[in-house]
Each structure stands twice: as C-alpha cells, then as structure tokens.
C-alpha cells in the first residue's frame, strides 16, 4: 500500500524540524528501521528511521525546508499495513510477577526490535507551553507583533526589542521574524537557548500535569563494586563495564516486574509498555540534556548494553542521533554520580511516569550484621506519577532494583 | 616518543571523545571533567583510546591519572619508558 511518510514528534515539546539531508531516493528500497531523512531539531541533528519495509516513491519536502511535526516528507510503498504512527498503543504488558525476587523473565515473546514509533503515537504534540509564562509573552500587551510572528521569533532566538525596533511602528509579521533572523548569524548560544527553552517546556508541562510523589532508598553497592572491579580486571579498556550500567540494568529489570513505572500516561489513563526502553540523560556540553533511550534494556546483557551506551554518548556528542532513540523511552535513569552529589531528585519527562535518580557511590559506614563496616553507598530516587501508583509500590520498585543490584552476577 | 608528539596525540584523542571541543582551548593542567562536563563514559572513552593508541595498559585504579592532559602524559611517559 502507498503510504505517507510523516514527521514525528521527537520529543513532547517539539513543533517542528528543519529538514536537512535526504538519506534515500527515489526508487530505493528501505527497511524498517533504516534512517531515511536527516532533519535537524533543537536536540541536534537526528536520523528518522522508516516505519517499514518498502520503497521510497517520492520526496515532499526538500532540504532547507522548516517543516511541523506530522507534515508529509514522503510517499511510500509499503509492505503489508503501515505501523507508522498514528498507531494503538502497545498491548499491556501481562502482570510483572509481584515477588521481586522472582528469577529474570523469559524474554518477551516479541524478539524483534519494537517499531520506532510503536509505543509513541503523540502526534501532534499538544501545543507546547512555551509561550505561556516566558518573557516575550509577558511583553505582549505592549508589543505590536503577531502570535505567530512571536512564536516564530521564540523559536529563531530573535530578541522582542529587535522586532519591535526592525517593526517601525507596523505590525511585525512572522515574514519579518525570518528576515530578521536570516540576517543575524545562528550563534551557539542561540542552540543553547532553543534545547533550554525546550527542556524548559517539557519540565514546565511535567512540574503543571503530574503530581510527583519522591522516595529515596541507599543501596550497599558493595556487591555490585565487587563483581564489577572482577569482570573488568582482565578486559581491555573499552570493554570494561561502568556503574552506570549495572544500574540501568537492574532499574529497567525492576519496572519491567512491577506494574506502574514504565509506560505513559495518556488521554487520562496509564498504558504499561511491555518492552522497557530505558532513557538515560546524557549532559550536552555547554548546558542541556538530552535522553535517547537504550531500546528493550531488560532484555540485554550488559556487555550489550554498555556498548549501546557507549554508542549514544558518542552520537550525543557528535550532536546526531536517530529518531527511534527519541521517541521509544519509556521511563528515565539518570545519572549525577560523576558530579559527586549524593541525592538527585529528577523530575518526570512526560508522558512518562516514573525517572530514577542516581547519585554518587561514596563510602560510608553502613551496619551489617550489628557492626559499622565502611561500604560504597548508592542513594536512588524515584520520582513516579500519583496518578498511577503509590509510595508503596514505589518503595517495593526501589527495594527490587536494590535487590538486583545486590545480586549483580545475575544481571 | 617525545613529550610534544604523546602532547599532539593526546589531543587527537580528546578531539575524538568530544568533536565539539576546541583543541586549541584545552588547559592541560585542568581536569577534563570541570574543563569539558566530562562524564564517566567520556573518561573511559578517552582512557581506551589512550590505551590503543599507545599500546599500553591502563587498569581501573589508574583512572584517576587521566584526570588532566599533562597527568595523562606523564603517566604514558612512565609507562613507555624503558625498561618497564
């Protein structure tokens, strides 16, 4: 069947893309999976990857073009029905065994790799909260400058007292925006403000719509150290596993077991996904974070999942990712220990429902069998949304990821 | 290998772990992690290549040494030296 190929939201706060390179021609075959277009975004270039297996038929929007989320980029001819979003929601996870100590899952009987878009059908996203409560809409009243022609300057980064200046007295139209901006060169500091305002909204929208509960739990990481100073002794650098792992591995273990924490709140209710597509922050340079996710996390090895890591902070940095990263998180870890603070409190990313901070492993006294011994201690955060659970299964999704972690051998 | 060569190496290596970096800019007395936002990937990614590239071992423990450009090039002139 012919299908068209559209932009999809990348994020819960984006609007829009500039398309920047086409990666497949006319005439091509293309597979599921496989980047077909380069768009760039406020999170940095990002690959979008074909829904399908088929063949490019035509291009609808050429390089240079700024194009919304949901617009047509292409034709295509498609193997079978589309599962390009709009799609249903992933079917519900069967009920996680409730006894955390139960041995690790047989994998899911969906052993190929989730459809980038499968569980992210937020199409558009819902209007951001940009305007609502930044400086240029405080300066309304008083600037002769159209919504739209606001909006736009917001999303170029052009200052209300140029436009107003560059105005003369008329309205200042969003045509006038783009001049203006067109003459100012893009400096970096612009991109920061744009991934700023945009962390700025999703934060906004998750701080307005979700009422976050917080619990906090220490973890003995000494088993985990133990084993990990072990495994890595022998191996070459790059094959050595990092902290960071270990915990994402036994966070993303733990919410695919419970119900509650990994899936999105949408339209009113909770959908539990069945993979657990764990999105890890990763700090852009200069300020801003960006959180990819690391695709089906309970399912991987470690090994895996480092070399996947790994591959993400690489592409981070080169400032290029791909489009199922974005869209596919299910839940959030995110990571501060390299900063040395003990207690990260994070905020959801919605429409997730739950993120874990992780702060530094740091030795303390710790009591064990009625004596101080000295242990390296980690202090896990949960921050998850009241409108699907309570600090009590929260508090048993902590003392399940403690438990995996006490028990890294078999994760 | 002379401390300018292991100097320019380094950097390539720097530049590799983090393309958004001026390599003119890199103070080598401060530690990567203030200087860049490194985190613990970049650091082990900076560790493994400085291992490959100049062929030698670096064990966890040794980590904290490749704090800094100029830590990071004396500890590879004591590991290159002769008779190690």
Same mark, same amino acid.
């Given at each position: 069947m012919k299908i068209e190929f559209r932009l999809p939201s990348l994020g819960a706060d984006m609007e829009s893309a500039v398309l920047t390179e086409w990666l497949k021609k006319p005439g091509d075959r293309v597979r599921q999976g496989e980047p077909l277009v380069t768009v760039e975004?406020?999170?940095?270039?990002?690959?979008?990857?074909?829904? $399908?297996?088929?063949?490019?038929?035509?291009?609808?929007?050429?390089?240079?073009?700024?194009? !919304?989320?949901?617009?047509?980029?292409?034709?295509?001819?498609?193997?079978?029905?589309?599962?390009?979003?709009?799609?249903?929601?992933? @079917?519900?996870?069967?009920?996680? =065994? @409730?006894?955390?100590?139960? &041995?690790?899952?047989?994998?899911?009987?969906?052993?190929?790799?989730?459809?980038?878009?499968?569980?992210?059908? *937020?199409?558009?996203?819902?209007?951001?909260?940009?305007?609502?409560?930044?400086? *240029? %809409?405080?300066?309304?009243?008083?600037?002769?400058?159209?919504?739209?022609?606001?909006?736009?300057?917001? %999303?170029?980064?052009?200052?209300? %007292?140029?436009?107003?200046?560059?105005g003369g007295g008329d309205i200042v139209h969003i045509e006038d925006v783009e001049k203006l901006a067109a003459r100012k060169p893009a400096a970096p500091t612009d991109e920061r403000a744009l991934m700023r305002a945009t962390i700025g909204a999703a934060m906004a929208r998750a701080?307005?719509?979700?009422?976050?509960?917080?619990?906090?739990?220490?973890?003995?990481?000494? @088993?985990?150290?133990?084993?990990?100073?072990?495994?890595?002794? !022998?191996? &070459?650098?790059?094959?050595?596993?990092?902290?960071?792992?270990?915990?994402?591995?036994?966070?993303?273990?733990?919410?695919?077991?419970?119900?509650?924490?990994?899936?999105?709140?949408?339209?009113?209710?909770?959908?539990?996904? /069945?993979?657990?597509?764990?999105?890890?922050?990763?700090?852009?340079?200069?300020?801003?974070?960006?959180? @990819?996710a690391l695709l089906d996390a309970h399912r991987k090895d470690l090994a895996t999942l480092m070399q996947e890591l790994s591959a993400l902070v690489v592409r981070v940095r080169a400032g290029h990712l791909r489009s199922g990263e974005f869209t596919a998180a299910?839940?959030?870890?995110?990571?501060?220990?390299?900063?040395?603070?003990?207690?990260?409190?994070?905020?959801?990313?919605?429409?997730?429902?739950?993120?874990?901070?992780?702060?530094?492993?740091? $030795?303390?006294?710790?009591?064990?069998?009625?004596?101080?011994?000295?242990? &390296?201690?980690? /202090?896990?955060?949960?921050?998850?949304?009241?409108?699907?659970?309570?600090?009590?299964?929260?508090?048993?999704?902590?003392?399940?990821?403690? $438990?995996?972690?006490?028990? =890294?051998?078999?994760? | 290998m002379e401390p300018n060569d292991i100097r320019a190496k380094l950097l390539c290596l720097l530049a590799a772990v983090a393309p958004d970096i001026d390599p003119e800019s890199v103070d080598p007395e401060r530690d990567l992690r203030d200087q860049f936002d490194f985190d613990s990937m970049d650091a082990l990614h900076f560790a493994s290549g400085v291992s490959a590239a100049f062929g030698i071992e670096i064990p966890e423990t040794d980590y904290p040494k490749l704090a800094s450009l100029r830590a990071a090039g004396e500890l590879i002139e004591e590991r290159m030296a002769p008779g190690r």
């Open positions: 975004t406020t999170k940095g270039l990002i690959d979008v990857e074909s829904y $399908d297996d088929g063949q490019l038929l035509e291009h609808l929007a050429q390089p240079g073009a700024k194009v !919304p989320v949901g617009a047509v980029l292409a034709r295509l001819e498609v193997e079978g029905t589309s599962r390009s979003p709009p799609a249903p929601p992933a @079917p519900h996870a069967t009920p996680a =065994p @409730p006894v955390p100590h139960a &041995p690790p899952a047989p994998p899911a009987p969906h052993a190929t790799p989730a459809p980038p878009a499968a569980l992210t059908a *937020e199409l558009p996203a819902p209007a951001p909260a940009l305007a609502a409560g930044s400086p *240029e %809409e405080a300066a309304a009243p008083h600037a002769r400058i159209s919504p739209a022609a606001r909006r736009r300057a917001h %999303e170029l980064g052009v200052s209300l %007292e140029d436009l107003e200046r560059s701080k307005r719509e979700i009422p976050h509960y917080y619990l906090g739990h220490c973890v003995d990481f000494g @088993p985990a150290r133990d084993w990990l100073t072990r495994h890595n002794a !022998p191996l &070459p650098v790059k094959e050595r596993l990092l902290d960071a792992v270990l915990i994402t591995k036994a966070v993303a273990l733990a919410a695919f077991r419970l119900e509650g924490f990994n899936g999105y709140f949408r339209s009113g209710r909770f959908e539990q996904s /069945t993979a657990v597509n764990a999105g890890v922050a990763i700090a852009v340079r200069g300020g801003g974070l960006v959180a @990819p299910t839940l959030t870890i995110t990571n501060l220990g390299a900063e040395g603070v003990d207690v990260l409190y994070p905020v959801i990313n919605p429409p997730q429902v739950a993120i874990i901070g992780a702060g530094a492993i740091r $030795d303390r006294p710790w009591v064990e069998d009625g004596r101080v011994v000295v242990r &390296p201690v980690l /202090t896990l955060a949960l921050a998850a949304d009241h409108r699907v659970t309570d600090g009590r299964a929260g508090a048993r999704f902590l003392r399940a990821t403690a $438990d995996l972690l006490a028990q =890294p051998q078999a994760l | -």
